[in-house]
């Protein structure tokens, strides 16, 4: 009822009804009309009463109350069905400067941003430096993991981690409830390179996205133990934050703190170079 006073007839494109309007806002049987359901059933739904609902019905609800994202998310909550994903209100590959910040003060330490489908969107220069992360890779964290050289010769844990990040893949794919095709073209093209991803990816193992520890083997400083944490963003639900911070007692923080010198970054360019 609160959000149907929020909306006038006109901005609805009805007429406002003249002195015959005793309260602001669209009336029920207006809300029905414009979604395209029986008053009645309107009527029983506003009431909370135990009626059949489909997410398209709430989703023409929705829309005539011009609700919002999160609104409409609630509104499939108190229908009692699965809310769908929450969207942003930015483009994917827009990175607000606030997450850029976020990530180059993570420095020394590695930092990175995806979008749904792991395509890097920003990332720190450590990253760079140690994961080999630069404009002629893929820049898609799936894809480099099983094909980059530069990124394969360093990740001296790979064989242990490889089913781990294909069965998180799978379950960020069924996230997003299947059949989305950014998806389906990452799957497909890593299948037409990699027999190792074919393999592991036919087992169907589904892992939520968390913590992996790395071990990487730089050839300026020798092994680096870091833990790999995927964190969403609820201020950009399109994106995922991957933090890297070192392993206590394994000398990493110190020798990250060298590559991030300049000596270090000099070197370390030209380690990545290609």
Not at 41 to 46: A, F, I, N, R
Not at 105 to 133: R, S
């Amino acid at each position: 009822m609160s959000r149907r006073a929020r909306v006038s007839p006109a901005e609805a494109g009805l007429p406002d009804g003249g002195a015959r309007r005793r309260t602001p806002g669209l009336r029920r049987e207006e809300v029905a009309v414009l979604a395209g359901v029986g008053a009645s059933w309107y009527q029983w739904l506003e009431q909370g009463r135990d009626i059949t609902v489909s997410p398209q019905v709430l989703d023409a609800v929705a829309g005539v109350l011009r609700l919002s994202g999160p609104e409409r998310r609630h509104l499939y909550v108190l229908a009692g069905l699965n809310p769908p994903l929450p969207e942003s209100e930015y483009e994917t590959g827009y990175v607000c400067d606030s997450l850029k910040r976020l990530i180059d003060g993570w420095a020394p330490f590695p930092a990175h941003i995806m979008d749904p489908y792991w395509n890097l969107v920003a990332y720190n220069e450590p990253a760079g430096l140690v994961m080999g992360f630069r404009p002629k890779a893929r820049q898609n964290c799936l894809v480099d993991f099983f094909t980059d050289p530069v990124y394969r010769s360093r990740a001296a844990n790979w064989e242990q981690n490889a089913p781990r990040v294909v069965a998180q893949y799978r379950a960020a794919c069924s996230e997003h409830r299947g059949g989305d095709e950014g998806f389906e073209e990452i799957v497909e093209e890593l299948a037409a390179v990699s027999p190792e991803f074919v393999r592991l990816w036919a087992r169907r193992d589904v892992q939520p996205a968390g913590m992996l520890v790395k071990e990487f083997q730089h050839p300026l400083v020798g092994t680096l133990h870091m833990e790999s944490t995927s964190l969403s963003v609820p201020a950009r639900p399109d994106l995922r934050l991957c933090l890297h911070n070192p392993v206590q007692g394994t000398g990493t923080a110190e020798k990250l703190q060298w590559l991030d010198s300049p000596e270090g970054r000099r070197g370390g360019m030209s380690s990545v170079a290609g």
